[in-house]
């Protein structure tokens, strides 16, 4: 039988000898395989890795740690990030930046990996605006919100999340004749409502980015609910401009009186928890990816995965432009229900 051989390619960049990783912005499942991935890969190109821990405050308060190969070892099935996130409002300062890059410095750190969401990457972009220390980005948010790049780290997690609640929900839903509003993290993104909604069988889904489900959950209760549903989901965007959850919820009571109505809001719960096989599978792709752009010399660039190849997106584009929603999701919602 013929026996195939694997072989990787070390790189050398004479100018990248040590590069340092960080975790910002929301934490998401998955970030800890892309850590693993970023630490391993990097070693097997004979880098040294320093693990900043809290983000971009940990730029600034120099808490450095040296990653090693057994360090990221039994890690890539958490939640949560071993390096810890933070959301920083000194990196917001001129000041707070000069510190970091000091740091960064005199810890002899070549280039950075920036695991995070838009914020970090607008963050990473002001920062190698200013100093000479490039920036690759591994985008990572529950809310799948970043132009450039089909998949984030943690948003089929976070999905998989949403299903099982509205699922338990959908139980006690039926047993008593109720309609639950069950709020939905995104902030000002849709997309975890959506295909959260579409996958439990919802009756209404509002999300930021369509103001043409307003009628939804009228349509909803006239045609649908009076006549032969004996319970419903709504799911709403935490972001949903006519108001979350509660709000919404309110508003159904007082003009549907009759109706038995509960709200759930999701909350936290649907950023943590074990990653998919999809989440770190992705992770790994992107943290073995980044590394290669810091080797190839990129900088301010985001890795990405579309239609599943990796490719590279500069951070202005990937924090300025929209993800936009997929329109026929929104058609097939209003096909399927009722
Ligand atoms: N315009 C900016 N300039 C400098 N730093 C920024 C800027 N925007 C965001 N950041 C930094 O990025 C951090 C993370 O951003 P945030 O929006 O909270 O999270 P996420 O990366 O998940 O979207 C912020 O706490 C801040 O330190
Ligand atoms: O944890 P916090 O600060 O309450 O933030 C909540 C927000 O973070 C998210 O979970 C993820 O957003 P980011 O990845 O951009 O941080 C949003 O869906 C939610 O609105
Ligand atoms: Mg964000």
Redesign the pocket.
Known sequence: MKQETSQTTQKTNKGIKKIGVLT???D?PGMNAAIRAVTRSAIAHNLEVIGIHH???GLIENEFTPLTSSGVSGILQNGGTILK?????????EE??AKAYQNLVNAGINAVV?I????????????SKEFDIPFVGIP??I?NDIFGTDYTIGYDTALNTVVQAVDKIKDTAASHGRVFFIEVMGREAGLLALNGGIAVGAEVILIPESNTEHQAFDRFISKGYKRKKTSGIVVIAEGEEMGGALKLAKKAEQENPDLDIRVSILGHMQRGGNPTAQDRVAATKMGVAAVDAILDDQKSIMVGLRYGKIVHVPFNKAVKLNHSIDQDLLEIQRLITI
Do not use: I, N
């Open positions: 910002s912005g929301g998401a983000g971009f405050k996130t933070a959301r920083s409002r000194e990196f917001l300062t707070g930046r920036v995070g969401g838009d914020g970090s990457f607008t963050g990473a972009l002001v920062f990572a948010t809310d």
